[in-house]
């Protein structure tokens, strides 16, 4: 069975020279690594060495199911990696001499875009090394956020969010780089001036993307976690509570809240001046 490339990366390529089919049996060559150096073109900054390990062990096992791409240097004698840099190091792994590898004739501009696109089919980008190469793109290769909406077919909403987590704080950026911080807790921080402070807390207290929501919604981003989900637990109550509360308060003519969890809790009365509060302890004692 022949091996080809993810559809909308070879359709890339397509565009640089219609002539090429990318059929790994006919057009791919074994380049040597001593000869392959990587360009300032790489969108990924991170790369975990657990995956890379099992990577390489896959590639010892199955061999590589999909070839690197190159272009070649300006000397002509070497080449330099557009897209495939994780094949290219866990190949390094193991200390093979020849990769797999399809070589192609592309300027900077292409050869970048080609290098997001193919990090973006796999879906393991971190957030911030994709909004970077969106920005590389548009401060580099004058894209608008109309065309890059078209070549990686995502949203232009999606890519004007991602851009905007760019003007988070380093360390807040670092967080999310690392994993330690989804996309969703970054788009709760951007703006925010206490955003390191925030990143922090929900680093060291494991806080989910909904709790940091509800925080932004309350506008009370010092409350605790306890706190805070007694809140919670007040605000959901069931049909049956909420249900007595009002016939309760329609009996006493004021205000009353029933706080219930696991059976317990208590009955809060609101009074606004004396008066009213002896008219309530009257109609309790009358039962």
């Known amino acids: 069975m022949k091996k080809r490339l993810g559809k909308g990366l070879s359709a890339l390529i397509d565009d ?26 790489q969108v990924r900054k991170k790369f975990n060495q657990e995956s890379l390990e099992q990577l390489s062990k896959s590639i010892k096992n199955n061999g ?43 300027d900077d501009k292409k050869a970048f875009e080609i290098g997001l696109i ?33 070549v990686v077919s995502k949203s232009r909403s999606h890519i004007a969010n991602l851009l905007r987590i760019l003007q988070l704080p380093e360390k807040v950026k670092k967080y999310i780089l690392d994993g330690n911080l ?14 390191v402070e925030l990143a922090e807390r929900i680093v060291k207290e494991g806080l989910s993307v909904r709790y940091v929501e509800r925080l932004f919604h309350q506008k009370d981003l010092n409350i605790n976690k306890e706190n805070f989900d007694k809140k919670k637990t007040i605000k959901e ?51």
């Open 118 to 150: 193919e990090n973006l089919q796999r879906d393991d980008l971190s957030p911030v090394e994709e909004a970077e190469g969106y920005k590389r793109l548009i401060n580099e290769f004058s894209y608008t956020q109309e065309q890059l909406s078209e």
């Open 16 to 41: 640089v020279d219609n002539s090429i089919n990318f059929d790994v049996e006919e057009q791919a060559n074994l380049i040597s690594l001593k000869k392959i150096h990587l360009a300032n073109l």
């Open 182 to 195: 989804s996309l969703g807790h970054a788009r709760c921080l951007v703006g925010y001036v206490g955003a």
């Open 237 to 287: 109550k069931d049909a049956d509570t909420s249900l007595l509360e009002k016939e309760l308060s329609l009996k006493l003519g004021v205000k009353l809240t029933i706080n219930d969890k696991n059976n317990k809790g208590n009955i809060k009365i609101e009074y606004r001046n004396i008066d009213q509060r002896e008219k309530i302890l009257n109609k309790l004692r009358r039962g």
């Open 64 to 106: 590589l199911v999909q070839p690197i791409i190159l272009r070649k240097s300006k000397n002509n004698d070497d080449f330099e990696l557009i897209a495939g840099e994780r094949r290219l190091r866990a190949t390094r792994i193991l200390k093979l001499d020849k990769i797999l590898s399809i070589v192609i004739n592309v």
